[in-house]
């Protein structure tokens, strides 16, 4: 057992650097609203690491004055730590903290048989907020250990909003002025990505081959024990120089020298389970056919040629599409609903389709330089042969800076510029 004189002595050094904290105004995110402490079940905020879930958590407990303790199991001098210490950390926290009826814990995923912690603490009507970088870890071992007691809140890191509210943009008042400093920063945010220490850090691309590094080796080559760490590694930093993409697992298995297609299908499974890409399915109404030509994501565009060695160039579309792409998920999976991509067998294309159960709810295509009357049809084909196979009448066209309102085939397409769109409101 780790020795309760090292934990009291790791955790009020914790406690330090909670009160630290309390002096710096941080970034309040929509995401904070998704956490209810009013429930009994525990909250789990869940997303790629370094995406801002600790200083989520806290601000929402900071700024709703909730008494709480904090323990971070994402240190060293806890690597050692066994369930069995558990009920050691509790005991600290309240020499520390006091009484408190909530517990924050971050990155709880470190602790083997963690789980059997959670559960007498909810037992015992605690408050229970938890961070974890690993997707599969807190779904799976939630879900199974917990048989429902949870309820998951997605981080991605910051979104259009959030990175004008850190640049201290105003993001409301419609003005000439203001309009073109929302436009500086979104051509920033379009470049830098949405990482909230990216905007304080002078060396972005050691910040960005330190994160990556630590996902692949940390969350997913320990934990799933991976034998070829070498040609895991190569294909993961291939895929992040060509997102987004649609997976072919034999062909990325031959260019990899990788010996089985479903070894490639596990390697991308980790990488989508902790957060370094997000994958997308293809629409259709038949389940079989949503297996297959699956796309993958960066989840944020920092990820995409912010790494040494990427010899990625500056192609604005793709960036383009993977920012709204991340924006529809924020939007979205809190309401339950799904996202595909379309394309029919002539080769007809829509970036996304949003649907909410069977039925279609909105589709949008995405397209940085629409100036090109080529362009312009392309993308109204595709999005308009989508709709009029899924019967959606909310069609969205997202540029870089065109906007317009069009009527055409007796559909109405709106389209607007990124900057504009992420800033609108959300659904509910």
């Given at each position: 057992?780790?020795?309760?004189?090292?934990?009291?002595?790791?955790?009020?050094?914790?406690?330090?650097?909670?009160?630290?904290?309390s002096?710096?105004?941080?970034c309040?995110?929509?995401?904070?609203?998704?956490?209810?402490?009013?429930?009994?079940?525990?909250?789990?905020?869940?997303?790629?690491?370094?995406?801002?879930?600790?200083?989520?958590?806290?601000?929402?407990?900071?700024?709703?004055?909730?008494?709480?303790?904090?323990?971070?199991?994402?240190d060293?001098r806890?690597?050692?730590i066994?369930?069995?210490?558990?009920?050691?950390?509790?005991e600290?926290?309240?020499?520390?903290y006091?009484?408190?009826?909530?517990?924050?814990?971050?990155?709880?995923?470190?602790?083997?048989?963690?789980?059997?912690?959670?559960?007498?603490?909810?037992?015992?009507k605690?408050?229970?907020?938890?961070?974890g970088?690993?997707?599969?870890?807190?779904?799976?071992?939630?879900?199974?250990?917990?048989?429902?007691r949870?309820?998951?809140?997605?981080l991605?890191?910051?979104?259009?909003?959030d990175?004008?509210i850190?640049?201290?943009?105003?993001?409301e008042?419609?003005?000439?002025?203001?309009?073109?400093?929302?436009?500086?920063?979104?051509?920033?945010?379009?470049?830098?990505?949405?990482?909230?220490?990216?905007?304080h850090?002078?060396?972005?691309?050691g910040?960005?081959?330190?994160l990556v590094?630590?996902?692949?080796k940390?969350d997913?080559?320990?934990?799933?024990?991976?034998?070829?760490?070498?040609?895991?590694?190569?294909?993961?930093?291939?895929?992040?120089?060509?997102?987004?993409?649609?997976?072919?697992?034999?062909?990325?298995?031959?260019?990899?020298?990788?010996k089985?297609?479903?070894?490639?299908?596990?390697?991308?499974?980790?990488?989508?389970?902790?957060?370094?890409?997000?994958?997308?399915?293809?629409?259709?109404?038949?389940?079989?056919?949503?297996?297959?030509?699956?796309?993958?994501y960066?989840?944020?565009?920092?990820m995409?040629?912010?790494?040494?060695?990427?010899?990625v160039?500056?192609?604005?579309?793709?960036?383009?599409?993977?920012?709204?792409?991340?924006?529809?998920?924020?939007?979205?999976r809190?309401?339950?609903?799904?996202?595909?991509?379309?394309?029919?067998?002539?080769?007809?294309?829509?970036?996304?389709?949003?649907?909410?159960?069977?039925?279609?709810?909105?589709?949008?295509q995405?397209?940085?330089?629409?100036?090109?009357?080529?362009?312009?049809?392309?993308?109204?084909?595709?999005?308009?042969?989508?709709a009029?196979?899924?019967?959606?009448?909310?069609?969205?066209?997202?540029?870089?800076?065109?906007?317009?309102?069009?009527?055409?085939?007796?559909?109405?397409?709106?389209?607007?510029?990124?900057?504009?769109?992420?800033?609108?409101?959300?659904?509910?």
């Amino acid at each position: 057992m780790l020795e309760k004189r090292i934990i009291e002595e790791v955790l009020t050094e914790q406690h330090q650097e909670l009160l630290a904290l309390s002096s710096v105004k941080l970034c309040s995110r929509r995401e904070e609203a998704l956490i209810d402490l009013e429930s009994s079940m525990a909250q789990c905020v869940i997303g790629v690491r370094r995406s801002g879930k600790s200083s989520l958590c806290y601000n929402m407990l900071h700024l709703q004055k909730v008494k709480f303790a904090y323990v971070n199991f994402d240190d060293e001098r806890l690597e050692s730590i066994k369930s069995e210490d558990l009920n050691n950390v509790l005991e600290v926290l309240y020499k520390i903290y006091g009484d408190f009826k909530c517990l924050f814990i971050d990155e709880i995923q470190n602790v083997k048989g963690w789980y059997l912690f959670v559960n007498r603490l909810l037992r015992i009507k605690m408050r229970v907020v938890i961070t974890g970088s690993n997707a599969n870890l807190l779904s799976g071992e939630l879900a199974t250990h917990l048989t429902g007691r949870h309820d998951e809140i997605e981080l991605f890191p910051f979104s259009f909003r959030d990175f004008c509210i850190a640049k201290d943009v105003d993001t409301e008042t419609l003005t000439t002025k203001n309009e073109a400093f929302r436009r500086e920063v979104f051509d920033l945010y379009l470049k830098q990505g949405g990482f909230p220490e990216l905007l304080h850090r002078k060396n972005k691309t050691g910040y960005v081959n330190t994160l990556v590094e630590n996902i692949l080796k940390r969350d997913i080559e320990q934990r799933h024990k991976i034998k070829y760490s070498r040609a895991f590694e190569r294909l993961a930093q291939h895929l992040l120089n060509v997102a987004p993409m649609t997976v072919v697992s034999s062909d990325l298995a031959k260019l990899m020298d990788i010996k089985s297609s479903h070894t490639v299908d596990n390697y991308i499974n980790y990488l989508t389970e902790a957060y370094l890409l997000v994958e997308l399915q293809k629409y259709s109404v038949k389940s079989k056919n949503r297996i297959y030509d699956r796309k993958v994501y960066a989840v944020d565009v920092a990820m995409m040629d912010g790494r040494e060695d990427a010899f990625v160039g500056d192609n604005l579309g793709w960036r383009l599409e993977t920012l709204v792409y991340i924006e529809l998920l924020r939007r979205n999976r809190p309401l339950e609903r799904d996202i595909y991509y379309y394309k029919n067998i002539n080769g007809y294309e829509a970036d996304f389709v949003v649907c909410k159960g069977n039925k279609v709810q909105e589709i949008y295509q995405v397209c940085y330089d629409l100036s090109s009357d080529k362009a312009r049809k392309r993308e109204l084909r595709g999005l308009l042969t989508a709709a009029k196979e899924t019967k959606c009448d909310k069609l969205f066209l997202i540029t870089d800076f065109h906007r317009d309102t069009i009527q055409q085939e007796g559909k109405t397409v709106k389209i607007m510029p990124a900057y504009e769109w992420m800033l609108g409101e959300r659904e509910d």
